[in-house]
């Protein structure tokens, strides 16, 4: 072989050493490359959609009777408002009725009479439930009492006096399934009752519903919110 094909040979071989490690070198920096990042904004989105859980349904009103008070003789349905989460206005009509039949001694003789009361009353009050589907969770909360009631004994004519005062319970309640409402709590209550408020003879139930005076009272409910 003469000097001018080794020449070219050479020449040859130079030129695609040359070729390939400029397509190396670019294929490298291409592989260098990062990735656009992903917007900030978009990111933060889908944090909380994945993050939120569905909130329940809110529902604003319920309806409750309380049995315990049925069973002393003061019958009433619960209606609850709230227009906002967690504050409720609550108004609480109720019918009350209380009789017995007293046993007396006179001198030896003895003296039997019924006596009794029959009133209507209401108490309107605002609760803060810690609850967000409406009257429910742990609540606390004033209201206002007023009531007139007209009591009456055998054989005697029958006196009117009225009941005013206020009121502070707190307790818990839930919202169950559909709107089932279950409830229980505690208060305290002042009334003052009109001349002729006498409940003296009457049973001790009596004296719950109408006497004045500081009271401790125990609520119980069970109704429907919607």
């Known amino acids: ?121 209401s108490e309107l009050g605002y609760r803060f439930y810690t609850g967000e589907k409406g009257a429910n969770g742990f609540y606390v909360g004033p209201s206002v009492l007023a009531a007139h009631y007209s009591a009456s004994a055998e054989g005697l004519p029958s006196t009117s006096f009225n009941s005013i005062g206020a009121a502070v319970d707190a307790g818990g309640q839930w919202i169950l399934g559909p709107g089932i409402v279950v409830g229980f709590g505690f208060g305290l209550q002042y009334t003052s009752v009109s001349a002729g408020g006498d409940t003296d003879g009457l049973p001790l139930t009596a004296a719950i519903i109408a006497g004045g005076g500081v009271r401790p009272r125990t609520l119980l409910t069970v109704g429907y919110a919607f």
């Open 1 to 121: 072989m003469n000097s001018k094909a080794i020449l070219s040979v050479a020449s040859l071989g130079a030129t695609l050493m040359v070729s390939l490690v400029s397509l190396f070198s670019s294929s490298s920096a291409r592989a260098d490359e990062v990735a656009p990042p992903v917007a900030p904004a978009a990111t933060a989105q889908q944090d909380r959609a994945l993050n939120e859980a569905p909130k329940p349904a809110f529902k604003p009103f319920s309806l409750e009777l309380n049995p315990l008070a049925a069973a002393i003789g003061r019958y009433s349905i619960q209606g609850e408002w709230l227009p906002a989460a967690h504050h409720a206005i609550v108004l609480n009509p109720h019918f009350d009725h209380v009789s017995a039949d007293i046993s007396e001694s006179n001198n030896g003789a003895s003296v039997s009479y019924s006596e009794g009361f029959t009133g209507f009353g």
